[in-house]
């Protein structure tokens, strides 16, 4: 069964440093999101993209994060200028198109970021 | 925007009770609600959802129910194992933005299941 991936699995940076984030959602799907969960609490939305535009953000989603989607097969979540709240884990996730019976997101593994 | 309150926090029964999370959402908009199963390190993975045309769903062990008038829904989960433990997140999807909408999360029910 066809999975997201996510790389890497950890990344350790230093406060004020970039980050890209890597997600290769499922390969016929069309709506791609990134959450976030911070340690032992719930996950958070931060973005979704459709057709090559955000379609929504969060409020956590401010002017340091960005993504894209550079080629026909990744999905990229930017850090500008990383600060130590943004420890916490990431996940991508991936919806198909259609809408009936294609509601499913499906998350990759994700990637946990510790800002020092 | 949408607010979904998810109880109990932990929740602790013996193997082969049964065990009911229970959750409520604040858009009556939202029209999809998953639950999602996450192991410790892992990913949240689903488990069973419900559409908002639907009162009730079942699969094998897990049920969900959905009281749309009250805004609740609830995973009832029935002869519960051990690789049942894990903590359970629901999620409603709202409409604002048409099928691209995002999920907004409980805050999670750890399950502890004991022999």
């Known amino acids: 069964e066809p999975e997201v991936t996510q790389t890497p699995s950890h990344q350790v940076t230093q406060m004020g440093q970039e980050v890209i984030l890597r997600c290769v959602p499922i390969?016929?799907?069309?709506?791609f999101y990134w959450y976030r969960q911070i340690l032992g609490q719930k996950v958070e939305f931060l973005v979704s993209?459709?057709?090559?535009?955000?379609?929504?953000k969060s409020e956590i989603f401010d002017d340091q994060f960005s993504v894209e989607r550079p080629d026909g097969s990744n999905f990229t979540l930017k850090i500008r200028s990383t600060k130590l709240e943004d420890s916490a884990m990431y996940f991508c996730?991936?919806?198909?198109?259609?809408?009936?019976?294609?509601?499913?997101?499906?998350f990759g593994p994700g990637t946990r970021l510790l800002v020092l | 925007g949408e607010n979904v309150e998810q109880h109990p926090s932990t929740l602790s029964v013996q193997e082969g009770d049964s065990a009911v999370i229970k959750c409520t959402y604040s858009?009556?908009?939202?029209?999809?609600f998953p639950w999602y199963k996450q192991e410790l390190g892992k990913r949240p993975q689903l488990i069973i959802d419900?559409?908002?045309?639907?009162g009730e769903k079942k699969d094998q062990r897990i049920a969900v129910t959905l009281n749309k008038t009250a805004k609740h829904f609830s995973l009832h989960i029935t002869e519960t194992q051990p690789e049942d433990s894990a903590v359970y997140f629901c999620?409603?999807?709202?409409?604002?933005?048409?099928?691209?909408?995002?999920?907004?999360f409980g805050t999670g029910t750890r399950l502890q299941v004991t022999l």
């Open positions: 390969s016929n799907h069309l709506y």
């Open positions: 858009d009556s908009a939202s029209n999809y």
């Open positions: 999620a409603a999807r709202g409409v604002r933005s048409g099928t691209a909408s995002k999920l907004t």
């Open positions: 993209f459709y057709n090559n535009e955000i379609s929504e």
């Open positions: 996730a991936s919806k198909a198109p259609g809408t009936a019976g294609q509601e499913t997101q499906y």
């Open positions: 419900i559409r908002s045309n639907v």
